[in-house]
């Protein structure tokens, strides 16, 4: 959710594809104001949001018309999710040829480790960060390091589609 608010407050309009019973899971998030998760007040202002089961055809169909004019797609599935609902970037490049897709997940991709769910301090105990201190960490540093390089990997992207006239394919975990 970072990488969208990050690019929205930047100027990108940002439409975030939620699960159509519950929401973002950051919406459940503690604590609360007034019925509102404080944590999803912050990381979705100026995020606009659309409900969307896109293990449906009514989700599926949302979601390809918003690629037709999208110039950025981001997702955080696990590796091999996005293909199984019927959008393999393969097809993603072929029809969109000019679309950044950014792939967020937490050990990339492919490679051992690419199917391993994980959260901030699982990827902070991974690299050793949790070796020493006593206590849990006061900053997501996973999180917010992941974030910041995603945005920064997709305005690169974005400046190197304008020179060159094609998208990528960005892998950030």
């Keep these: 959710p970072l990488v969208a608010r990050l690019l929205a407050d930047l100027g990108a309009r940002v439409v975030k594809l939620e699960e159509p019973e519950l929401g973002a899971p950051v919406r459940q998030a503690p604590p609360a104001r007034q019925g509102r998760s404080l944590l999803a007040t912050e990381l979705l202002g100026g995020v606009?949001?659309?409900?969307?089961?896109?293990?449906?055809?009514?989700?599926?169909?949302?979601?390809?018309?918003?690629?037709?004019?999208?110039d950025v797609l981001l997702e955080s599935f696990r590796p091999g999710t996005l293909a199984r609902l019927g959008f393999p970037l393969d097809?993603?490049?072929?029809?969109?040829?000019?679309?950044?897709?950014?792939?967020?997940?937490?050990?990339?991709?492919?490679?051992?480790?690419?199917?391993?769910?994980?959260?901030?301090?699982?990827?902070?105990?991974?690299?050793?960060?949790?070796?020493?201190?006593?206590?849990?960490?006061?900053?997501?540093?996973?999180?917010?390091?992941g974030a910041w390089s995603a945005v920064s990997s997709v305005l690169a992207a974005l400046v190197a589609r304008e020179r060159g006239g094609e998208g990528c394919a960005i892998d950030a975990s």
């Design 48 to 70: 606009e949001s659309a409900a969307a089961d896109l293990k449906r055809p009514g989700g599926r169909d949302l979601l390809a018309r918003l690629l037709e004019r999208a």
């Design 91 to 145: 097809e993603l490049r072929r029809r969109h040829p000019r679309l950044v897709v950014c792939s967020i997940s937490g050990f990339g991709q492919d490679g051992p480790a690419a199917g391993r769910a994980g959260h901030d301090l699982t990827y902070q105990a991974v690299a050793g960060t949790l070796a020493s201190p006593m206590s849990m960490p006061g900053i997501p540093a996973a999180d917010l390091l």
